[in-house]
């Protein structure tokens, strides 16, 4: 009788040791897979810094004032007048305030408006005229993207 008990009482530290090593090793994979996500974590931390970096160094307005000199031309940039902001009061109304059309989705869809039939009459024109080439802009000697920042490089 005391050796079968002791058999017993033998598997069963036999099967808590397995089962003790088991949870250690999860314990491991799961210790090793937040390391590894710590990991990513600090690099896109120091990537969004480097971005940062590289835009602060982007924006500089000694930078920016040669691409407005060169650029003037096409962009026409100008000063904000101070009568160009906007009050709250005057920006347009809120969706839910709009007067609601006369017609619905499904007349619209149906054709059943004069207006919609000859607005498909007109997108039919215009897609069988034959599109006007656009005109490329002349090649520059100078480009801002070859412009030296000192942002680091990797």
């Given at each position: 009788?005391?050796r ?16 003790t ?12 897979e ?18 940062k ?6 924006t ?22 101070p009568?160009q902001?906007?009050m ?14 006369d ?5 619209i869809?149906a ?34 993207d070859?412009?030296?920042t000192g942002?680091?490089r990797?």
């Amino acid at each position: 009788m005391l050796r079968s008990f002791d058999l017993v009482l033998i598997g069963v530290m036999t099967t808590m040791a397995v089962v003790t090593y088991t949870i250690k090793h999860r314990a491991d994979e799961k210790l090793t897979e937040v390391r590894r996500l710590e990991a990513e974590i600090k690099l896109e931390r120091d990537t969004i810094d480097l971005l940062k970096a590289d835009w602060a160094l982007v924006t500089q307005p000694n930078r920016l004032q040669p691409l407005i000199k060169n650029y003037d031309s096409e962009l026409g940039l100008v000063p904000t007048e101070p009568t160009q902001l906007a009050m709250p009061k005057e920006l347009p109304m809120h969706r839910s305030q709009l007067p609601q059309p006369d017609t619905t989705i499904e007349d619209i869809i149906a054709g059943k408006s004069g207006e919609v039939a000859a607005a498909l009459k007109g997108v039919a024109q215009a897609k069988a005229t034959p599109a006007p080439k656009v005109p490329l802009p002349a090649p520059r000697g100078w480009s801002p993207d070859n412009m030296s920042t000192g942002s680091v490089r990797r």
